[in-house]
C-alpha cells in the first residue's frame, strides 16, 4: 500500500519538484498539494494523508502553526484516527524553528537544499514513525 502524502508550500516550483521527486517512488503517491495553511487543514481532513510536508513560512497559517493545530484537534478528538505525521520543510536552518516544529509534533525537519533522496528518506521516515532531523 502506497505512503499518501499532502505537500504544503507556497512556491508552485517547490510543489511541484517534490511531486516530481515523490511520485517517481513506486510506494509513495501524492494526494494534494496546496499553497497556504489553511489549505493544509483540509486536504489533511478530505485526505488523511500519511505524511504531511510543510513549508514554515506559508500565507494564512505557517507551518508551525498548522502542526500544532493538527496535534490538538488529534489529542482532541482520538476517534478521528491517526494523525498525519509531519515534515517540516524550510530554507530557515534556524534551531527555534527546529525546537518549536517538534514541541509543536512534527515527526521530522529537512532543509530545501537537501537532496532528493533525503526528501525520500524523510517521508519513509516518518511514514512508519521514525523521525529524521
Known sequence: MAITVVIADDQEMVR?????????QPDIE?????????????????????????????????????TRRISELTAAHPERGQRPRIVIVTTFDLDEYVH???????????LKDASPAMLVEAVHAAAVGDSLI
Open 16 to 24: 511541484t519538484g517534490f511531486r516530481m521527486i515523490l511520485e517517481s
Open 100 to 110: 518549536t516544529a517538534l514541541r509543536n509534533g512534527a515527526s521530522g525537519f529537512l
Open 30 to 66: 501524492v494526494v494534494a498539494d496546496v499553497v497556504d495553511g489553511e489549505a493544509a487543514l483540509a486536504a489533511v481532513e478530505e485526505h488523511r494523508p500519511d505524511v504531511l510536508l510543510l513549508d514554515i513560512r506559508m500565507p494564512k497559517l505557517d507551518g508551525l502553526e498548522v
